[in-house]
């Protein structure tokens, strides 16, 4: 179960996860015994976890595309498992509607883009149907815990 001080401790780290255990027991009145205790059961429990984001392009990665894929009735966790060892799949998720998996992919060319859809989409057994779209702007891009709740 999640304390209140475990909430206040997440709004916290959301903002800035390289804060000292003695700047956040500072904001939170406590000890920094009780911040590093607390933020090590946070990770045990995989409450939270410690990622970098990075941004593609500064990598590299020109295109940025979601794919849009429906898929044979029982194939779901196969075709879902096959696209996430691909390296250019930066994301997968299983979701209800038109499509039963949506894909986030990062690519250094368009032929690159292309050679996945034509090469290693079109071979996975079980993918009935894609659609792709290139992502022109992203205007907001947050994971996590909302900054806003403390």
């Known amino acids: 179960m999640v ?3 475990d909430t206040r401790l997440i709004a916290e ?3 800035d996860a390289r804060q000292s255990s003695a700047e956040l027991a500072r904001k939170l009145n406590v000890s920094e015994t009780t911040v590093r205790r607390r933020i090590e059961r946070l990770e045990k429990d995989d409450i939270v976890k410690f990622k ?3 941004d593609p392009a500064k990598l590299g990665y020109s295109i940025t595309a979601i794919v849009a894929i429906e898929v044979e009735l029982g194939k779901i966790d196969e075709v ?3 696209l996430a060892s691909h390296p250019n799949v930066r994301y997968v998720c299983l979701c209800t509607g038109n499509h039963d998996i949506f894909v986030g992919t990062w690519f250094r060319s368009s032929k690159e883009l292309t ?17 792709t779209f290139i992502i022109l702007d992203v205007k907001k891009d947050e994971v996590g815990w909302p900054g806003a709740v403390k």
Do not use: C, M, P
């Open 3 to 5: 304390s209140d001080f």
């Open 13 to 15: 780290l959301s903002q």
């Open 52 to 54: 970098i984001t990075v």
């Open 80 to 82: 879902s498992d096959a």
């Open 115 to 131: 050679d996945f859809i034509k090469n290693y989409l079109a071979k996975i057994h079980g993918l009935r149907k894609s659609e």
